[in-house]
C-alpha cells in the first residue's frame, strides 16, 4: 500500500490549496478513505472523510463550509479543497484509508507520509 500526498505549501490567511494524494497497492474504490491533520504538540484530527462511491462526507466542525474532499476512483486519486485557510489549520496534513464508518484517525488502517500546510496571518 502506498498513499503520496502533494499539494501543501505556505499560504496566506484567507488562500486556497488544494492537497492530492495518489494511492496504489490495494482496491482504492473499496475503502473509505480520508484526510488527518496533526499539529505540533497536538492530537492528530480527523479533518474529512468520503465513503467509496462519494455518497456521503464527513467534516470536522472548524472546516465545514471551507474545505471540500473529493475522490476520482478511476485514477486513484484523494482530494482536499482548501478555502477561506486560516492560520488554525496550520499542520501536517495525512491522507489516509479508514476502517468503519468514522473519520478518526485511531481507526486508519494506512497512511501516508503527510504534506504540510502553513498558513500565515
Known amino acids: 500500500v502506498q498513499l503520496v500526498e502533494s499539494g501543501g505549501g505556505v499560504v496566506q490567511a484567507g488562500g486556497s490549496l488544494r492537497l492530492s494524494c495518489a494511492a496504489s497497492g490495494f482496491a482504492f474504490d473499496m475503502y473509505r478513505l480520508g484526510w488527518f491533520r496533526q499539529a505540533p504538540g497536538k492530537e492528530r484530527e480527523g479533518v474529512s472523510c468520503?465513503?467509496?462511491?462519494?455518497?456521503?462526507?464527513y467534516y470536522t466542525d472548524s472546516v465545514k463550509g471551507r474545505f471540500t474532499i473529493s475522490r476520482d476512483n478511476a485514477k486513484n486519486t484523494l482530494y482536499l479543497q482548501m478555502n477561506n485557510l486560516k492560520p488554525e489549520d496550520t499542520a501536517m496534513y495525512y491522507c489516509m484509508v479508514v476502517s468503519g464508518n468514522t473519520c478518526d484517525p485511531q481507526m486508519a488502517r494506512y497512511w501516508g507520509q503527510g504534506t504540510q500546510v502553513t498558513v500565515s496571518s
Open positions: 468520503i465513503s467509496w462511491n462519494s455518497g456521503s462526507m
